[in-house]
């Protein structure tokens, strides 16, 4: 069998890492944001509110997560109604960035380990649902009530926009 191994351009490289990022917000940074404001909408709702409040918070929700990098026109401000999630599923964005940012903090930590990790790992996976994400990650020496837990795969995610803007 031959095995080719081909060198990246920069600019392949770039588009890698651009559609890795965006993935990355996508799945992390966009969900906590959209939990964020299922948690404020809620409690509106709870006191009664109107469908300009809500998408008042919504756009307030929208400015401080693109902050000065994205004009967000008052147009987004009803934009949370067509997000089927916050009907069917409440609170489910939230699973998004936990599981991916679980699962890079998981990585992080292979990357120490090594080999060692490995059946820690396949007994995490292998429990699936059965337990509490906490308590089944704690039985392998894993806190994730700590924020060092947490910080570790931010960490990476750090050092994916690092690597893209020193292509730049």
Known sequence: MTIYQTKLTDD????????????????????AFFTIFEVAAHEQIGKGTTVEEISKTYIQN???????SVAVSEDFAIEWSCIPHFYHTPFYCYAYSFGNLLALSLFQRYKKEGNDFVPSYINILAAGG??????????????????KFWQEGLDYVESQVKALSALN
Not at 18 to 23: A, H, N, P, R, V
Not at 24 to 29: E, F, P, Q, R
Not at 130 to 147: C, M, N
Request: a neutral charge.
């Open 12 to 31: 392949e490289k770039k588009i890698m890492l651009s559609e890795k990022i965006d993935d990355l917000y996508a799945t992390i940074m966009r969900q």
């Open 62 to 68: 929208l400015k401080e997560q693109f902050g000065n």
């Open 130 to 147: 059965s337990k509490k994400p906490e308590k089944l990650l704690a039985e392998h020496g894993l806190d994730i009530g700590s924020q």
